[in-house]
């Protein structure tokens, strides 16, 4: 497989990836509730010759090669958008009240035209590619789902990779910065904390007992858990991001909700962090005389990249956009005076994979603020760079075949 080629023939398609990434925008829905998304995706890769399948709630898989033995390379690209009413002054304006903020609509319209290529040199691919075109990744529960309904097996996966693009790096669209080996994304969790009290007259709290002090103590309580009980080391995040409890300034109500989120970079914190916040929840309430329950929703697992596919994603991206368009997150680090390879706060569903087959993750640039990109992910006015989209085509297509070609 010539790159040179590949990137070339990745242009010559730009303007069908912007027309598909624009209608995906247009039409942005979210979770599993992507009737138009996949019907879309479905019509294009059937076009193109697939056969796609449906995989989960919402999930389509296709396979491109399969015409030589070989192993199976995944690249995934999520579908979903975010309940977030678009500001952002463009021709292609949503119009379903939520937003492709996060930037997958780029990724959808990537794969679509990684399939294209792919369809184009299917007898050269040594192997299979697996496409997964990915739902609910917002709320952490698409891959899952995916992997639940087999995702990973029929042919069995080999190695994995995602890209996401980001908003707001300082480098031209399209460059790739490679994932070091290890932990790059955290575990995420959310929960609730429900406080049942006894609702009174604000003028006779003795009669009653007061949900909002007990939220108040637990609030303060959960903080400590980071200040005296993790270690220096032991990276890791506590927010509590909703408080709802009364209705009047003179009442004391019977209850009071508290949301939150964890995030951490290892299981053994993550499992950590969320036994001492029940067990500091129920104990607080309980020297309140009151009651706590907690609840804990979707979440995600660490995202953990392969070392080998660390090396293997370096080399070719540099083959692919050349050396001053590809990087190593632990190049960036090394050339900003530091020798730890960087991580990301926000965390990834494309996680549940990395826990089961070798995987990487890619990030690319889509969009300098030195060009007027200037808001950050989920922003209600944030633009991506359709510059980076034929770049990104060329990656997945390439980072799939060439990965095969090395490993028969």
Not at 115 to 132: F, N, S, Y
Not at 171 to 177: K, L, M, N, R, S
Not at 210 to 234: F, Y
């Amino acid at each position: 497989m010539n790159a040179k080629q590949l990137l070339q023939e990745a242009e010559r398609n730009k303007e069908q990836i912007i027309k598909d990434r624009r209608y995906l925008h247009m039409h942005a829905e979210t979770g599993f509730d992507l009737k138009e998304t996949i019907a879309y995706v479905k019509k294009n890769l059937i076009d193109m010759g697939y056969e796609p399948k449906e995989c989960g709630k919402a999930g389509l898989v296709a396979l491109a090669g399969g015409k030589k033995p070989g192993k199976v390379f995944m690249i995934r690209g999520d579908m979903d958008a975010l309940p977030i009413q678009e500001e952002a002054d463009v021709d292609y304006k949503s119009q379903t009240g939520n937003m492709h903020a996060c930037g997958h609509d780029m990724h959808t319209s990537m794969m679509l035209g990684a399939a294209r290529l792919l369809k184009e040199h299917e007898d050269e691919i040594e192997g299979t590619v697996k496409l997964m075109f990915q739902p609910a990744e917002e709320i952490f529960q698409g891959s899952k789902d995916m992997i639940e309904s087999g995702l990973l097996e029929n042919p069995k996966v080999d190695a994995a990779l995602m890209i996401h693009v980001m908003a707001g790096m300082p480098f031209p669209a399209g460059t790739v910065i490679v994932s070091g080996a290890g932990v790059s994304a955290p575990a995420a969790d959310y929960f609730t904390i429900t406080i049942k009290g006894k609702g009174c007259h604000g003028s006779m709290p003795n009669v009653g007992i007061d949900p909002i002090t007990v939220a108040a103590h637990i609030i303060t309580g959960l903080q400590e858990i980071n200040a005296r009980e993790l270690a220096i080391s032991d990276e890791a995040v506590l927010t509590i991001g909703r408080i709802q409890g009364g209705n009047a300034g003179n009442a004391i109500p019977d209850l009071v909700e508290l949301e939150g989120t964890i995030r951490t970079y290892d299981e053994e914190v993550r499992d950590y962090l969320k036994s001492r916040l029940v067990e500091m929840s129920q104990g607080i309430a309980a020297s309140f005389r009151a009651n706590a329950e907690v609840s804990f929703g979707s979440g995600c697992p660490t995202l953990v990249n392969d070392a080998d596919l660390e090396s293997c994603m370096a080399i070719y991206m540099k083959e692919l956009l050349g050396p001053e368009n590809a990087f190593t997150a632990r190049q960036l680090e090394t050339m900003a005076g530091s020798s730890k390879a960087p991580k990301t706060a926000g965390s990834e569903d494309f996680a549940y994979v990395s826990h089961e087959v070798s995987s990487i993750m890619l990030a690319l640039a889509a969009g300098q603020p030195e060009k007027g990109y200037c808001y950050p992910q989920h922003h209600p006015m944030v633009e991506f760079d359709e510059n980076a989209l034929s770049l990104g085509t060329a990656v997945y297509a390439y980072s799939a075949m060439k990965w095969l070609e090395e490993h028969k």
